[in-house]
T-cell receptor, first 114, second 108 residues
Framework: DAGVTQSPTHLIKTRGQQVTLRCSPK?????VSWYQQALGQGPQFIFQ???????QRGNFPDRFSGHQFPNYSSELNVNALLLGDSALYLC?????????????FGSGTRLTVV | GIQVEQSPPDLILQEGANSTLRCNFS?????LQWFHQNPWGQLINLFY???GTKQNGRLSATTVATERYSLLYISSSQTTDSGVYFC??????????FGKGTMLLVSP
């Protein structure tokens, strides 16, 4: 049973560019959440998708956008990259409004903006 | 939003020692998870424990929901236990909120 898979594992982009990160949820999960983890910090919630709609959003600018597909997979897009966007981006899958199932995290995408 | 505080922030142990990590939270929760983040960044789920006590090998966890804290016990620590331990909670139908983590270093 595959867990959460993320791609790519590492990425280097130039300031001002755009980036797309991808996530496939664990089998049986229908909800995808994205987190940003800066060096030395805990993960910070970006947004959550269910039924192809953004359901919740953290304190992140509109440069961060996402999408969920009918097969529950998801993309995170970041436009006009800043040096401060360099971080580990984690995807978590879960079952919508079923906290007793918990969250499962992928291995993350490490984004470096130069 | 809900606040999560973890202590201690850093911990250095000799192999074989025992340790206790603490997580305090500011509101009632319906989900509490302990994670271990390995050096490659992956968050490994250790326990889903909104209340009660669970054990898995050398690790065990206890959450006292009425007093809003959780404890993670590591017994007979090994070098492979090194890494960052996170407590994360969910209140209502929100999302996971993480503490700042406890960085554990186990030396041989």
């Amino acid at each position: 049973d595959a867990g959460v898979t993320q791609s790519p594992t590492h990425l280097i982009k130039t300031r001002g560019q755009q980036v797309t990160l991808r996530c496939s949820p664990k089998s049986g999960h229908d909800t995808v959440s994205w987190y940003q983890q800066a060096l030395g910090q805990g993960p910070q919630f970006i947004f959550q998708y269910y039924e192809e709609e953004e359901r919740q959003r953290g304190n992140f600018p509109d440069r961060f956008s996402g999408h969920q597909f009918p097969n529950y997979s998801s993309e995170l897009n970041v436009n006009a990259l800043l040096l401060g966007d360099s971080a580990l981006y984690l995807c978590a899958s879960s079952r919508y409004r079923s906290p007793n199932y918990g969250y499962t995290f992928g291995s993350g995408t490490r984004l470096t903006v130069v | 939003g809900i606040q999560v505080e973890q202590s201690p922030p850093d911990l250095i142990l000799q192999e074989g020692a025992n340790s206790t990590l603490r997580c305090n939270f500011s509101d009632s929760v319906n989900n509490l998870q302990w994670f271990h983040q390995n050096p490659w960044g992956q968050l490994i789920n250790l326990f889903y424990i909104p209340s009660g006590t669970k054990q898995n090998g050398r690790l065990s966890a206890t959450t006292v929901a009425t007093e809003r804290y959780s404890l993670l016990y590591i017994s007979s620590s090994q070098t492979t236990d090194s890494g960052v331990y996170f407590c994360a909670v969910e209140s209502g139908y929100s999302t996971l909120t993480f503490g700042k983590g406890t960085m554990l270093l186990v030396s041989p």
